[in-house]
């Protein structure tokens, strides 16, 4: 349900950064406004009754994120949204990804892979798709071995927890 709450508000949020060539700022401060939203502490304090428009705002915009940021967070609490600033957020990421054609991509792996692996994996990726990958990396110990690669609606299971699963499904069949 978030999501659908939360397009609208991401696309909005885009094309005025973009029409400001502000892209990259609005990705920064949407990024530090949904951590903020994100804290507990703070989320039970988004819905307080007294809290007002501009409280919200001070807590939520960081130093120097402008005018139209601050207007856009106000929008969001006259509609009772910014619980779903985290939603908006990352929308907002895959908008801009898309508009500036580069292909987000996580890397999960059972251990912290070389830099020279992480380099093969996008440049894979780049040759896949055709354009400029971005890859963020993440430890996942369970994984036992491998790693979980996903790319937009692409995920690569390669992680040894993922291949004994599969065999395991395919025994009790």
């Known amino acids: 349900m978030s999501m659908t709450l939360a397009r609208p ?4 949020a885009f094309a005025i950064a973009r029409e400001d060539g502000q892209a990259a700022q609005w990705s920064d401060a949407l990024g530090f406004a949904a951590r903020v939203a994100a804290d507990p502490q703070v989320a039970a304090l988004l819905v307080h009754p007294s809290l007002t428009h501009e409280h919200a ?23 009772g949204r910014l619980g779903v600033l985290p939603e908006i957020s990352g929308m907002y990421e895959d908008l801009r990804a898309e508009d500036e054609r580069v292909v987000l991509a996580k890397v999960t792996s059972a251990a912290e892979l070389p830099e020279a ?14 354009r400029e990958v971005q890859v963020e990396t993440a430890v996942d110990e369970s994984l036992i071995g491998g ?17 004994l699963e599969r065999l395991q499904s395919a025994l009790a069949h």
């Not at 005018?67 to 106000?74: C, E, V």
């Not at 692996?117 to 055709?130: C, H, P, S, T, W």
């Open 57 to 79: 705002v001070t807590l939520l915009a960081p130093e120097g994120a402008g005018d139209k940021f601050a207007g856009f967070l106000s929008l969001l609490a006259d509609n």
């Open 9 to 12: 508000y991401a696309r909005a």
């Open 117 to 130: 692996e992480v380099q093969q994996i996008r440049d894979a990726l780049k040759r896949r798709f055709g």
């Open 147 to 163: 790693a979980v690669i996903s790319a937009g609606d692409v995920v690569i299971d390669g992680s040894l927890k993922g291949k």
